[in-house]
């Protein structure tokens, strides 16, 4: 057998007993119907896994089907809308949680593999390489969402909220959304901001994260601007596009601009970004290392409330 199918078919291998199916059930004329479903994965001893906030959103009952057709019933622990994702937990004990990787390491063109449930058709697996770090791109609920892992590893309905694996087996993002009408646009949100909204979730139930207000990619920074600028990053964030009105737009950044600093914490990743972006910077002034013309600038910008569309 050549390479690569054993690299993909190890990596399967690991994450088999961890995919599960999620229905959405209704009550019509006193049965429970299932109305739609997506994917999901476990992630601990105790029953608690991973999914999209647009899979269950407003669900009066949610069961999950298991890899060996066993069916639970679904605690809803928390969701945010605005990274489209959410944690349930249910009572079971014949699987094995995942293992999460560090999105902070993925390079573009990395292969990476997409298992889910598209169409119903369970445990379904698809390959593809890493098209892109760093995107943001709209969600379902309508929010922007920073940090997409862009991959070609095909989706389709019924994948949201399955995992997106590396080589090894990892889960290195939770598979989100495809663009209508596209081919090979299949986005992820990344494990690691996926890890720092269950933080929240599992405490408090919610999130509440600061706000800067752009649409960025990460990139990665030619040696000779890296020399001419400066600084030590290989990579930074890419600002395409500022939205009106917003903490960045009042700040006076503008599309272009490369961020390469926070309050001096190095960024190289939306990862990086993501998690300086705390509750507690919310009204507080910061400060933003930029790139513009081969230029280090420094803004002061005030974050504000991350709100759900």
Do not use: W
């Not at 494990?191 to 800067?212: C, D, H, M, P, W």
């Amino acid at each position: 057998m050549d390479n690569f199918s054993e690299t993909v078919i190890g990596a399967v291998d690991k994450l088999k007993n961890s995919v599960v199916k999620i229905e959405r059930i209704a009550n019509k004329n006193n049965k429970d119907i299932a109305e739609g479903s997506g994917s999901g994965f476990m992630i601990s001893t105790d029953g608690l896994l991973f999914t999209n906030s647009h899979v269950i959103n407003k669900a009066k009952k949610i069961k999950v089907v298991l890899h060996d057709g066993t069916i639970c019933n679904a605690e809803l622990v928390g969701e945010d809308t605005v990274t489209d994702l959410a944690m349930l937990k249910i009572s079971a004990s014949d699987y094995s949680p995942a293992q999460l990787g560090d999105s902070d390491r993925l390079k573009v063109g990395q292969l990476v593999i997409a298992i889910g449930n598209p169409m119903g058709f369970q445990h379904t697996v698809t390959a593809g390489i890493v098209s892109a770090l760093g995107r943001t791109m709209q969600s379902y609920s309508g929010n922007m969402v920073d940090g997409m892992i862009q991959t070609d590893a095909a989706l389709n309905p019924g994948n949201s909220g399955g995992p997106l694996v590396n080589a090894d087996g990892e889960v290195i993002g939770v598979n989100t959304a495809i663009i209508n009408g596209t081919q090979g646009l299949c986005f992820a949100v990344s494990i690691n901001t996926a890890k720092e909204i269950a933080s929240q979730l599992i405490r408090f139930g919610k999130v509440k994260r600061a706000y800067l207000g752009f649409e960025m990619q990460q990139i990665e920074l030619v040696p000779k601007l890296r020399s001419v600028a400066e600084v030590t990053n290989q990579s930074a964030l890419f600002i395409t596009k500022v939205l009106d009105k917003s903490p960045a737009d009042k700040a006076g950044i503008l599309s272009g601009d490369i961020l390469f600093e926070f309050n001096n914490h190095k960024i190289e990743t939306a990862d990086q970004l993501f998690k300086q972006l705390s509750e507690d910077k919310i009204g507080m002034f910061q400060y933003v290392g930029i790139l513009r013309n081969s230029q280090k600038k420094e803004f002061r910008i005030t974050p504000a409330e991350r709100l759900a569309a």
